[in-house]
């Protein structure tokens, strides 16, 4: 049977994620402070209104390809521990996959920084990941942590990884296995817990991330994120 015409709702999300992936590229292709609005109505083929009934400025864009990425990251997330039953693989996994793939583009090691250096931003992150966090912390029995000092434990958390995105930003070129080792430590110790077996929790997180399965601000790992 042939699909009847688009709802109203339909096509205003249709041109929302229109104006959000065209964003995307030209903040991965120009820089993110140095593309204008008017650069993505432009390439978006759209007039002023519809980028402006949607969103109030760039930032608000990028805030909505963050809450979709981090919706992907989470789902990912819940989907490593239903397989492997690793809780450390699947708490440090968005950390790692930054890393990655931070180290693997310059480019989008950039936009990731600048998601960092915006606490709107990190206070969404925190709220998405803080529910998910308190869900582990009760489950596997570990030491109450109130809410306050919850945020305070994952904006230290994040804020280092935020760190080591600006490193690669700015042209460094360590390897990200050797940050993500350090990155699933600090979490134990956060936790007050050992890691059982350091080696096959990074070995979880790292096969797939470079199996090239996985899919990142719209596209498969194992494209378009080497330079």
């Known amino acids: 049977m042939a699909r009847g015409k688009m709802s109203v709702q339909e096509k205003r999300d249709i041109a929302r994620r229109q104006i959000m992936d065209v964003s995307l590229e030209l903040f991965l292709k120009k820089g993110f402070e140095e593309t204008t609005t008017r650069d993505i109505i432009a390439k978006a083929g759209i007039l ?38 690793n809780f450390m693989a699947a708490l440090s996994f968005p950390g790692i996959l930054q890393l990655y793939v931070a180290s693997r583009s310059v480019g989008i090691a950039k936009l990731i920084y600048v998601v ?37 434990i994952l904006s230290a958390l994040i804020g280092s990884i935020g760190n080591m995105v600006g490193y690669y930003a700015n042209g460094g070129k360590a390897d990200y296995k050797d940050a993500s080792k350090h990155h699933v430590l600090a979490i134990a110790t956060t936790l007050g817990v050992p890691v059982v077996n350091l080696s096959e929790t990074l070995d979880i997180v790292f096969n797939l991330l470079e199996s090239g399965e996985l899919n990142f601000l719209g596209h498969k790992l194992s494209e378009g994120l080497t330079e």
């Open 48 to 85: 002023n209104g519809s980028l402006y009934n949607r969103f109030k400025n760039k930032d608000e864009i990028l805030i909505s390809i963050l809450k979709d990425a981090i919706a992907d990251i989470m789902r990912e997330s819940e989907e490593i521990f239903r397989k492997s039953k």
């Open 116 to 152: 960092h250096c915006r606490w709107e931003a990190v206070n969404i992150f925190i709220n998405i990941f803080g529910d998910w966090w308190t869900q582990f912390v009760k489950e596997f029995n570990f030491a109450s942590i109130d809410s306050d000092k919850s945020r305070m």
